[in-house]
């Protein structure tokens, strides 16, 4: 039986090797940990000259990254909004979250939020090649995530046949939408 001990890493698509590094050691403080490099892919053998970067996300987490400059440009699915495809960080509290964006703005960052999502609050933004990143404090309490963890099942099964928001857990976005009504 597989037994997942924890993500190792993920690994998107940078345009700029150099750039990516310096604006994750200088934004969002991470260590920039190794750098692979080769002519050819390991896995398929293809010849494909690339950068591989592995940055320090905390609590053993990695953030990566490929430079490949002989492939097309990069790009996004135009098909899938900019909000959906995002990497989120966890913070300690609301006041490091908020000390968080004043930083990032301080260094030109424009910041979206705080955004209140019940069970946790966030902020987002985009970093140089185009990805949306969030770093957001949790704070919903054990009775919180055990609710949400018993309607799960019964709002995918929902949602499989009306393709439409069940509202079992619609009281984690009520003080965001408040000002809506």
């Given amino acids: 039986m597989i037994d997942i001990q924890q993500i190792h890493h993920v690994a998107y698509r940078c345009r700029d ?9 200088d934004k969002l403080n991470m260590d920039f940990l190794v750098a692979i490099a080769e002519d050819r892919v390991p896995s398929t053998k293809e010849p494909d000259p690339y950068m591989h970067l592995f940055l320090d996300a905390g609590n053993g987490n990695i953030l990566a990254f490929f430079e490949i400059p002989n492939s097309p440009p990069m790009g996004r699915d135009p098909n899938t909004p900019e909000w959906v495809q995002h990497i989120a960080f966890r913070v300690a509290d609301e006041a490091a979250l908020l000390a968080a964006k004043e930083e990032l703005e301080s260094k030109g960052v424009k910041v979206l939020g705080p955004t209140e999502h019940g069970i946790i609050r966030s902020i987002y933004f985009f970093d140089p090649n185009g990805h949306r990143l969030e770093l957001t404090y949790e704070k919903g309490t054990p009775a919180q995530m055990k609710q949400l963890q018993e309607v799960a099942p019964a709002m995918v099964e929902e949602w499989s046949k009306t393709k439409r928001a069940p509202k079992h857990a619609a009281w984690l976005h009520e003080e965001e939408f408040k000002a809506l009504d």
């Fill in 17 to 25: 090797a150099k750039e990516t590094v310096e604006w994750y050691q």
